[in-house]
């Protein structure tokens, strides 16, 4: 079965089991959304339903799976030969949704929810965990980074003389 819903200003084909990006919706991760305008019901191998403009009593409920952003967009306004420009920024809300049922009643479906997984008291977590500690890491010895400071000296060294040789050099 399919329909055809109306929700943020657009229009969604959709199915049992479809997960779809819409404007944003109100309602946490979980939370069941009912769209009441549903403007087409139909199922494969019969003519579909056609509301005027909308299917009397059906319904369609979705999941919300996130609540998320889309990606930035660039605003740019400009006047030429004005010196006006604008820029801004902009990511759109929008709400991941999973379509539970299709009803064309309008009852509800029958939520179904994971089984809540039962927390161990702290003391139990302590037992079950043994506490290991990692060995401590060593630091380099002192002895690479006075070598690595060693050849800086040298070079310098043998910069200066350079310098006292071109200089002789000019007079």
């Known amino acids: 079965m399919f329909a055809v819903i109306k929700t943020g200003g657009k229009q969604y084909r959709v199915s049992e089991n479809d997960v779809f990006v819409v404007e944003k919706l109100q309602g946490e991760a979980g939370a069941i959304i009912e769209f009441k305008e549903v403007l087409i019901l139909g199922e494969e191998g019969k003519a579909p339903t056609v509301g005027a403009p909308l299917v009397d009593k059906a319904a369609v409920f ?15 306004k400009k006047k030429r030969r004005q010196n006006y420009r604008r820029k801004a920024g902009h990511r759109q809300d929008l709400t991941l949704v999973k379509i539970v049922a299709i009803s064309p009643t309008g009852t509800k479906p029958a939520v179904k929810k994971a089984a809540a997984k039962k927390e161990e008291p702290a003391e139990a977590k302590a037992e079950t965990k043994p506490a290991a500690k990692k060995p401590a ?11 690595k400071k060693a050849p800086a000296k ?4 043998k910069k200066a003389p350079a310098k006292k040789a071109a200089a002789k050099k000019k007079s």
Not at 62 to 76: L, N, P, S, Y
Not at 137 to 147: E, G, L, S, W
Not at 154 to 157: D, E, V
């Open 137 to 147: 890491v060593k630091k380099a010895p002192a002895k690479k980074a006075a070598a």
């Open 154 to 157: 040298k070079a310098a060294a």
């Open 62 to 76: 979705g999941e919300v799976v996130r609540q998320t952003r889309g990606d930035k967009i660039i605003v740019f």
